[in-house]
Each structure stands twice: as structure tokens, then as C-alpha cells.
């Protein structure tokens, strides 16, 4: 009789353990999109045609599409006219940059393979106060191989570079990462 006590008693503990760690497990998490604490009046954003300090056909038209498509698809803010949004993003391409990773083997002159980044510096004003509520860069690379037409896989890398700046900056501005 007194093992069985003994055993209720242990069973006992174990189940207020595991109930206490399974409750406070979850204590930090929130349902919903977790914005930044300076962007949580933030619901609407404006997002102009980016503006470029280096010549790159129809690249500030991909980038200003790309970026526009990554918030609509992440969902914490609404796309909208400046006149009728709480913030705008404006930003502007610093540099494209070209590495060559790879060679040929018979001709190191002769590439193979290469990374294409975009590197974009940002800043988010609110359209109410001007206050400058963040700055910042944030780049996107993309690597690939080279065929015969050069521009055909240069125009391919920078767009899909294009895509990984705009989920980057999407990122940093709705989960502040």
C-alpha cells in the first residue's frame, strides 16, 4: 500500500513537470506578425521607384515590383499611394557588384561561374510625423553559371538577386531581421 503511494506521489511530479515546461514554452510567442516595436502604428507603406547610383537597364522597375510583390506576400503592410499611406520606403542601388567563383580549367581568363549581388541602402519615413524611423543596406546575391549569351544570364541573376534583396528587406521590416 505504501509503494503505491510512494509511486502516485512520483507520478505526481512528473506530471507538474511536464505541465509547467509545456506551459511556458509558448510564453514569448505571439499570434499574428510580430512587427518591430518603431513600425507598430505602421499599417500602409508606400513604396516609389527605386533610385539607382549605377546603369543596369529595367533593374529599378524589377526591384521596385519585386519588393512591392515580397510585402503583399508577407502581409503585414498594405501597399499604397504615399498621400494615403503611413509610411514610405525609399531606397536607391548602390552597387552591382560581379565575382568571378569559378574557371576554367585550361583558361583561368575564362569564367565559368559568377555571383551577382545588388546591394541597396534603404530608409522608411513616416508620411505623418517625417520622422526617419529606420535606415539601413541590405544586398542580394545570386550566382550562376555562364552560357553563350552573357547579358541573357547576367539579366536572369540580377533579377533573382533582385528577389532575394526585396525578401531581405521585407524581412528586416516586418520581423526586424
Known sequence: ????????????????????????????????????????????????????????????????????????????YQIRKEKDSDASLIARIKKINRKQLRANRENVLETTEMEFSIELEYKVINNITGETLEKGITTGKSTSYLNTNFQLTESRSLRSAAEKVAISLTSKLSEGY
Not at 16 to 45: E, H, M, Q
Open 1 to 76: 500500500m505504501q509503494k503505491i503511494k510512494l509511486l502516485n506521489y512520483w507520478n505526481s511530479i512528473v506530471l507538474i513537470t511536464v505541465l509547467v515546461f509545456a506551459l511556458t514554452s509558448c510564453v514569448g510567442y505571439r499570434l499574428g506578425n510580430n512587427k518591430p516595436n518603431k513600425f507598430k502604428d505602421i499599417k500602409s507603406l508606400s513604396v516609389p521607384i527605386i533610385g539607382s547610383d549605377v546603369i543596369q537597364p529595367k533593374l529599378q522597375t524589377i526591384l521596385t515590383n519585386s519588393i512591392i510583390r515580397s510585402i503583399q506576400e508577407q502581409g503585414s
